[in-house]
Nanobody, 115 residues
Framework: QVQLQESGGGLVHPGGSLRPSCAAS????????MAWYRQAAGNEREFVAG???????RYADSVKGRFGISRENAKNTVHLQMNSLKPEDTAVYYC?????????WGQGTQVTVSS
C-alpha cells in the first residue's frame, strides 16, 4: 500500500522559513511527478509546486521566487523550501505523488504564518 507522509510544518513569523518534506513508503516504483498543494480554510486546494522525474519544475505565481521544490528520486522524497513566508501562505500543505496512472496524497501538514 502506497503512503505519503508529510513532516516539517509548523508556526513561523512573517518573513520566516520552513522546509516541509514528504516521504513515500510501500512502493517500489519512482513517481513520475511529485508535487505540493495547499488548502487554506474556506478555500479550494491549489497547486503550489511540482517536479517531474526528469527535473522540470513548475511553481504557482504566488510562490515564485520564494519557494523551492526538490526531490530525491531514489528515496521517493520531495522537499519544499519556503522562504519569505507571508500570512497568506497559511494552509494545510499536501504532498502528491503521481505514478503508474494513479494519484496519491499525503494527510497534510499545517503551516501557519503569524506574528
Amino acid at each position: 500500500q502506497v503512503q505519503l507522509q508529510e513532516s516539517g510544518g509548523g508556526l513561523v513569523h512573517p518573513g520566516g522559513s520552513l522546509r516541509p518534506s514528504c516521504a513515500a513508503s510501500g512502493t517500489i516504483f519512482s513517481f513520475n511527478v511529485m508535487a505540493w498543494y495547499r488548502q487554506a480554510a474556506g478555500n479550494e486546494r491549489e497547486f503550489v509546486a511540482g517536479i517531474i522525474s526528469g527535473g522540470n519544475i513548475r511553481y504557482a505565481d504566488s510562490v515564485k521566487g520564494r519557494f523551492g521544490i526538490s526531490r530525491e528520486n531514489a528515496k521517493n522524497t520531495v522537499h519544499l523550501q519556503m522562504n519569505s513566508l507571508k500570512p497568506e501562505d497559511t494552509a494545510v500543505y499536501y504532498c502528491q505523488g503521481v505514478g503508474r496512472g494513479h494519484y496519491y496524497w499525503g494527510q497534510g501538514t499545517q503551516v501557519t504564518v503569524s506574528s
